[in-house]
C-alpha cells in the first residue's frame, strides 16, 4: 500500500526554524519528483518547493516567499524528503504538504495528509 506521511510540523516562534519530513512507503521515493505545497486558512493552496528524482536533470524550485529560507533535500537510505524552514514568520502558518509525481506526469500521484505548522508568539 502506497503512503505519504509528513511530520515535523508544530508550534514554533517568529525566527524559529522546523524540518518537516515526507517519508514514503509501498513506493521508492527517489522514483518521484516532491513537491511541498502549503495552505493557509482562506488561501489557495501554494506550491513552495520542489525537488526533482535523482535520476532526472532538473533544479530544485523554491517560490519567492521562503526563497533563501526554506531547503529541500532528500535522504534516499530513508526514503524521505526533508523541508528544512528557517527564519520563519506569522505569514507561513498553513498546513504544509508534501506529494510525489511520476517523471513526465503533469499531475502529482500521491500526496500525504498535512501537518500543521503555527508560527506565533
Known amino acids: 500500500q502506497v503512503h505519504l506521511v509528513e511530520s515535523g510540523g508544530g508550534l514554533v516562534q517568529p525566527g524559529g526554524s522546523l524540518n518537516l519530513s515526507c517519508t514514503a512507503s509501498?513506493?521508492?521515493?527517489?522514483?518521484?519528483?516532491i513537491g511541498w505545497f502549503r495552505q493557509a486558512p482562506g488561501k489557495e493552496r501554494e506550491g513552495i518547493s520542489c525537488?526533482?528524482?535523482?535520476?532526472?536533470?532538473?533544479?530544485?524550485y523554491y517560490a519567492d516567499s521562503v526563497k533563501g529560507r526554506f531547503t529541500i533535500s532528500r535522504d534516499n537510505v530513508k526514503n524521505t524528503v526533508y523541508l528544512q524552514m528557517n527564519s520563519l514568520k506569522a505569514e507561513d502558518t498553513a498546513v504544509y504538504y508534501c506529494?510525489?509525481?511520476?517523471?513526465?506526469?503533469?499531475?502529482?500521484?500521491?500526496w500525504g495528509q498535512g501537518t500543521q505548522v503555527t508560527v506565533s508568539s
Open positions: 506529494a510525489a509525481k511520476w517523471a513526465g506526469n503533469s499531475n502529482y500521484d500521491y
Open positions: 509501498g513506493f521508492v521515493l527517489d522514483d518521484y519528483a
Open positions: 525537488i526533482p528524482s535523482s535520476s532526472r536533470d532538473g533544479l530544485t
